[in-house]
Protein backbone atom coordinates (compact mmCIF):
# COMPACT_ATOMS: atom_id res chain seq x y z
CA UNK A 1 0.00 0.00 0.00
CA UNK A 2 2.16 2.88 -0.98
CA UNK A 3 1.06 6.27 -0.94
CA UNK A 4 2.34 8.80 -3.29
CA UNK A 5 3.56 12.28 -1.88
CA UNK A 6 2.11 15.43 -3.98
CA UNK A 7 4.16 18.55 -5.00
CA UNK A 8 3.25 21.54 -2.18
CA UNK A 9 4.16 24.39 -3.26
CA UNK A 10 5.35 26.92 0.12
CA UNK A 11 3.41 29.84 0.37
CA UNK A 12 5.12 33.08 0.61
CA UNK A 13 7.38 33.85 4.20
CA UNK A 14 5.66 35.85 6.59
CA UNK A 15 8.03 37.86 9.53
CA UNK A 16 6.17 36.07 12.20
CA UNK A 17 5.98 32.65 11.16
CA UNK A 18 7.53 29.97 13.59
CA UNK A 19 8.07 27.51 11.03
CA UNK A 20 8.91 28.12 7.31
CA UNK A 21 10.44 25.71 4.19
CA UNK A 22 13.45 27.74 3.05
CA UNK A 23 12.83 29.13 -0.39
CA UNK A 24 14.90 26.86 -3.35
CA UNK A 25 15.09 23.65 -0.64
CA UNK A 26 12.16 21.85 -1.64
CA UNK A 27 13.44 20.02 -5.03
CA UNK A 28 10.41 17.61 -4.31
CA UNK A 29 8.04 16.60 -1.81
CA UNK A 30 10.55 14.57 -0.45
CA UNK A 31 13.47 16.89 -0.09
CA UNK A 32 13.02 20.14 1.88
CA UNK A 33 14.91 22.33 4.77
CA UNK A 34 12.88 24.31 7.44
CA UNK A 35 14.06 27.26 9.28
CA UNK A 36 12.66 27.43 13.08
CA UNK A 37 12.43 31.20 14.41
CA UNK A 38 13.63 31.84 17.64
CA UNK A 39 14.80 27.57 18.35
CA UNK A 40 18.27 26.49 18.88
CA UNK A 41 20.12 23.52 19.81
CA UNK A 42 17.56 22.23 22.20
CA UNK A 43 14.34 22.04 19.88
CA UNK A 44 17.01 21.31 16.66
CA UNK A 45 19.01 18.37 17.94
CA UNK A 46 15.37 16.67 20.09
CA UNK A 47 13.71 17.18 16.44
CA UNK A 48 16.44 16.03 14.40
CA UNK A 49 16.36 12.25 16.99
CA UNK A 50 12.63 11.99 16.76
CA UNK A 51 12.34 12.46 13.26
CA UNK A 52 15.55 10.11 12.74
CA UNK A 53 13.42 7.31 14.34
CA UNK A 54 10.90 7.37 11.29
CA UNK A 55 12.03 4.36 8.98
CA UNK A 56 10.28 6.49 6.03
CA UNK A 57 13.21 9.27 6.70
CA UNK A 58 16.00 8.58 5.18
CA UNK A 59 18.29 11.58 6.46
CA UNK A 60 17.79 14.35 8.38
CA UNK A 61 20.26 17.39 10.35
CA UNK A 62 19.97 20.49 11.50
CA UNK A 63 22.59 23.44 11.54
CA UNK A 64 22.36 26.54 13.37
CA UNK A 65 23.30 29.81 10.33
CA UNK A 66 24.88 31.78 12.72
CA UNK A 67 25.23 32.35 16.23
CA UNK A 68 24.21 35.61 16.53
CA UNK A 69 21.08 34.53 14.18
CA UNK A 70 18.35 32.67 16.62
CA UNK A 71 17.07 30.44 14.22
CA UNK A 72 17.63 26.60 13.34
CA UNK A 73 17.14 24.94 9.65
CA UNK A 74 16.41 21.30 10.10
CA UNK A 75 17.18 19.36 6.30
CA UNK A 76 14.69 16.23 5.73
CA UNK A 77 14.94 13.89 3.06
CA UNK A 78 12.44 10.97 2.97
CA UNK A 79 11.26 8.35 1.06
CA UNK A 80 8.38 8.00 -1.71
CA UNK A 81 6.28 6.97 0.93
CA UNK A 82 6.03 10.31 2.75
CA UNK A 83 6.92 13.83 2.07
CA UNK A 84 9.39 16.43 4.09
CA UNK A 85 6.58 17.96 5.48
CA UNK A 86 4.91 14.94 7.13
CA UNK A 87 7.95 13.95 8.77
CA UNK A 88 8.34 17.22 10.65
CA UNK A 89 5.19 17.54 11.50
CA UNK A 90 5.62 14.16 13.03
CA UNK A 91 8.83 14.76 14.16
CA UNK A 92 7.61 17.75 16.14
CA UNK A 93 4.23 15.99 17.73
CA UNK A 94 6.51 13.63 19.14
CA UNK A 95 8.59 16.00 20.58
CA UNK A 96 5.54 17.56 22.06
CA UNK A 97 4.56 13.83 23.25
CA UNK A 98 7.74 13.64 24.68
CA UNK A 99 7.94 16.65 26.96
CA UNK A 100 4.27 16.26 28.10
CA UNK A 101 5.54 12.90 29.33
CA UNK A 102 8.36 14.32 31.21
CA UNK A 103 6.16 17.38 32.43
CA UNK A 104 3.33 14.48 33.88
CA UNK A 105 5.97 12.00 35.08
CA UNK A 106 7.72 14.89 37.09
CA UNK A 107 4.69 16.38 38.38
CA UNK A 108 3.60 12.98 39.86
CA UNK A 109 6.67 12.21 41.65
CA UNK A 110 7.17 16.08 42.92
CA UNK A 111 3.18 15.44 44.26
CA UNK A 112 4.43 12.49 46.07
CA UNK A 113 6.67 14.72 48.15
CA UNK A 114 9.81 11.98 48.68
CA UNK A 115 12.60 14.09 47.69
CA UNK A 116 14.52 16.05 50.64
CA UNK A 117 15.82 19.53 50.37
CA UNK A 118 19.49 20.38 50.58
CA UNK A 119 20.59 23.71 52.12
CA UNK A 120 23.92 25.05 50.60
CA UNK A 121 25.82 26.13 53.39
CA UNK A 122 28.01 28.13 51.74
CA UNK A 123 25.19 30.69 50.73
CA UNK A 124 24.42 31.10 54.19
Request: proline content about 6%.
Amino acid sequence: MSTEATAVVPREVEENDKISIIPGTMTDPQCATFCLQDEDHTLGNALRWAIMKDPEVDFVSYSMPHPSEPKTNVRIQTTEKTTAIDAVTRGLTNVQGICSHIIQTFNTELMKGEFEYEDDEEDK
